[in-house]
């Protein structure tokens, strides 16, 4: 698979997990992008105890684009 990264200015929905609750917005953020990219795990490659912790409980309410 081809494999572009990038560090920019983002835009990030906003992401509930149980209690914690992240803000919309622009964030700088390196971005790793494999194969067509449209897979939809950044959070939970980034963070997997949050998706692992959560998992039972709640899946995440957003999606990125």
């Keep these: ?6 560090i ?3 835009y ?3 992401k509930n997990y149980g209690d914690i ?4 917005g622009l964030y ?12 939809k795990n950044w959070w939970c490659v980034m ?3 949050l998706c692992l912790d959560m998992a039972t409980e709640s899946a995440p309410s957003d999606d990125i684009d």
């Design 8 to 10: 920019d200015n983002f």
């Design 12 to 14: 990030f929905p906003t």
């Design 28 to 39: 700088d953020a390196l971005r790793v992008e494999i194969g067509e990219a449209k897979g």
């Design 21 to 24: 609750s992240l803000p919309a």
């Design 47 to 49: 963070y997997p105890p």
């Design 1 to 6: 698979y081809s494999v572009n990264i990038n």
